[in-house]
């Protein structure tokens, strides 16, 4: 019914840049907040960003002053654009989006099936 397809991983040595890209498709009426978030080997999955639907956004710690996310509404996409990046940046990149599927009354959160980003030192 909805899905989210992540691209972009590769990869990159430390100091180089990649943007991730995200695209929902299926049966949606809107979709609210969407965000990455990463999960490393043998780590616990965290946020990295989120951005509303009205564009505000917030930053982990970790990654505030080197990546940006924004969105393109029309065509339900979601980018990650990341600079600067550094060995513990290796992770799995998941998209995520709190979307509102045709013919249900509620909002749900749906996750792509990950894209791999390895930072080579």
């Known amino acids: 019914q909805v899905n989210l397809v992540e691209s972009g991983g590769g990869l990159v040595q430390a100091g180089g840049s990649l943007r991730l890209s995200c695209v929902a498709s299926?049966?949606?009426?809107?979709?609210?907040?969407m965000g990455w978030y990463r999960q490393a080997p043998g780590k616990r999955r965290e946020l990295v960003a989120t951005?509303?639907?009205?564009?505000?956004?917030n930053y982990a710690d970790s990654v505030k002053g080197r990546f940006t996310i924004s969105r393109d509404n029309a065509k339900k996409e979601v980018y990650l654009q990341m600079n600067s990046l550094k060995p513990e940046d290796t992770a799995v990149y998941y998209c995520?989006?709190?979307?509102?599927?045709?013919?249900?009354?509620?909002?749900?959160?749906?996750w792509g099936k990950g894209t791999l980003l390895t930072v080579s030192s």
């Open positions: 995520n989006g709190n979307i509102h599927a045709l013919g249900t009354s509620y909002v749900m959160a749906y």
């Open positions: 299926g049966r949606i009426f809107s979709i609210n907040a």
């Open positions: 951005i509303t639907s009205g564009g505000s956004t």
